[in-house]
């Protein structure tokens, strides 16, 4: 048995075998005999053609024939007997296999680029494409096919690593980088499974037994038969727990005396849709649309995310989904957007701005979203806007797509258009926005970043990133009191909106709608019924005369319930 610490960023508890993702590059192989190279090739090779196999049967299963079928032309090209002749022949000559697939895709992809053919032009991305993935795999870089339950193990998590993982064989996450805030943690509390990170992660973890302890941050390694069965006995207690909960599932959200709001669900696709039975929810408050985009190698069509949405919206049931665009760049990245390196990924070309220099990545999601908008109650939301001027293109852009979609003689509904306010120029230009919009959205998980000027990924600055600093708390209170006075909606989709500490601040200041990982929503639901809102008023009011995050935090602790 050992027992290692490290810090929380998703409470629970979790029995399980380790499995660790390699996602560090190893150093570039010298060659091997060409027979050795030739055998790694062929290793590759068939790793690739399963791991195809395996990504066109999830892609048949939740979007659809068609939309599997590009993993189905990916098998066959990597199994292509011209492909590995070249491949084969560049190895003979003396070249490592890595650049032997290297040397074969950039031919393959020429031969396709000069024909005449526009369909065969097409093909030359998808034989790069299938060439780096056997790159990555001759290079250990591969996405771990996860077979079973497991507690995943990495280094570091990206978004579009997590966006690959079959959604019920997580069991918790454990890394060695990442914060509260950092996608792994966000997608943790989503699928209500502990998270600990600053663990020290490497492959002598890779099929051990451990706990996972989320609650107290710690991990242990090979535990005896007392720890798991104390452990289990941890789990049965808190599935007690949310069977309790579940008596709330039916009821209103009011608070004591009958204040009403509405606890909405945060969902990055429609594998979320299973978190939303039985989670409470009374709506989506934010889809994170670029998760459609990420785990995959060319941009999805307006077809393949129109089915997306309406999957999701038909789900729904005629209660409202915010679904946000694009918000790709700073953390989340795929390689086929091609994004220029930047010194500053979080203040440069993401969200909006990258979409009104890509006019048509904007178009494709607006139409499929307006389309989606014809079979239920749907909200479009705009992130990363920092003023009127951008609001009123992506507002002309909406109308092109109406235009487009009116000449193409496609339907779409009535919907609500509003904006995500989680930057401080939108704090300062808030009352200007409310005049436009039908609802705010506040994001707190950049706002607290941008207003501290603290990186929300970045653990060793995790003091200042703290929504209880009062310079956030007044940027809130502005904010819901912009929206408040133009009668539009105030909502909060950042992770803030399930702190139990802050909801009473926000009720006061007229938040409506808080939107949240599916599992918190019960919890809050039993928070918000323990206050009255003049209990409410009377916390906000102390908490704003506070000077510092420490005063602030102690205040709220000794008032919770
Ligand atoms: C936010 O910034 O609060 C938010 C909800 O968006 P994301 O976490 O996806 O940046
Ligand atoms: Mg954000």
Excluded at 20 to 34: D, I, N, W
Excluded at 514 to 524: E, N, Q, T, V, W
Aim: net charge negative.
């Amino acid at each position: 048995m050992q027992q290692l610490k490290g810090v929380s960023i998703s409470q629970g508890l979790a029995v399980g075998k380790i499995v660790v993702l390699t996602s560090a590059a190893a150093p570039e192989a010298q060659a091997g005999t060409p027979e050795e190279e030739l055998a790694r090739f062929q290793r590759a090779q068939q790793q690739a053609v399963r791991d195809l196999g395996a990504l066109y049967e999830k892609a048949r299963a939740e979007l659809g024939e068609a939309e599997a079928e590009i993993f189905s032309v990916h098998q066959l090209m990597a199994e292509d007997e011209d492909f590995a002749d070249l491949i084969t022949a560049a190895i003979a000559g003396g070249a490592e296999a890595s650049e032997a697939v290297r040397q074969a895709g950039e031919q393959c992809a020429a031969m396709f680029s000069s024909m005449d053919d526009a369909y065969m032009r097409e093909r030359a991305a998808d034989v790069q494409d299938v060439a780096a993935r056997i790159r990555r795999i001759l290079r250990g870089e591969a996405e771990t096919t996860l077979t079973g339950p497991c507690l995943i193990a990495a280094e570091e998590l990206t978004p579009s690593q997590t966006v690959q993982f079959p959604r019920a064989f997580v069991q918790g996450f454990l890394t060695a980088r990442g914060a509260a805030n950092s996608h792994t943690g966000i997608l943790a509390r989503t699928l209500g499974v502990p998270a600990v990170s600053q663990l020290p992660v490497d492959a002598q973890l890779q099929g051990r037994t451990a706990i996972l302890n989320g609650d107290e941050g710690t991990l242990i390694l090979d535990p005896d038969e007392d720890q798991l069965r104390a452990a289990e006995a941890g789990i049965r207690a808190r599935q007690a727990q949310r069977e309790a909960l579940q008596q709330l599932a039916k009821l209103p959200s009011v608070t004591k005396d009958g204040h009403a709001i509405r606890l909405y669900a945060n969902l990055a696709g429609t594998d979320d849709l299973p978190l939303l039975q039985q989670s409470g929810a009374e709506g989506v408050g934010l889809l994170r649309s670029e998760f459609l985009y990420l785990g995959r190698s060319s941009y999805p069509t307006e077809d393949e995310l129109f089915a997306s949405y309406r999957q999701l919206v038909q789900a729904m049931d005629g209660r409202e989904i915010i679904i946000r665009t694009l918000d790709i760049g700073a953390d989340k990245k795929a390689d086929y957007f091609d994004l220029p390196p930047e010194d500053n990924p979080a203040l440069g070309l993401r969200a909006i701005r990258l979409c009104l220099t890509r006019p048509a990545l904007l178009q494709t999601q607006l139409c499929a979203i307006l389309r989606a908008s014809a079979f239920g109650n749907v909200g479009v939301m705009f992130p990363m806007v920092t003023g009127p001027a951008e609001l009123a293109q992506l507002k002309a852009a909406l109308r092109d797509a109406e235009d487009t979609l009116c000449a193409r003689g496609e339907r779409f509904g009535r919907y609500q258009t509003g904006v995500m306010i989680e930057t401080p120029a939108a704090v300062f230009m808030s009352r200007e926005l409310a005049r436009e919009v039908d609802f705010f959205s506040i994001g707190t998980n950049d706002l607290i970043g941008y207003t501290m000027c603290a990186d929300r990924g970045n653990d060793t600055i995790s003091n200042l990133y703290q929504v209880y600093y009062p310079a956030v708390l007044r940027s809130l209170k502005n904010i819901i009191e912009s929206g408040v006075k133009a009668g539009i909606m105030v909502g909060m989709c950042g992770e803030a909106a399930a702190d139990p500490l802050l909801e009473p601040l926000l009720i006061s200041w007229g938040l409506e709608e808080f939107s949240m990982s599916a599992p918190s929503i019960l919890r809050a639901r039993k928070t918000i019924s323990q206050w009255t809102k003049a209990e409410c008023d009377e916390l906000a009011e102390k908490a704003l005369a506070c000077n510092t995050a420490a005063e602030v935090k102690a205040l709220l602790e000794s008032a919770a319930r």
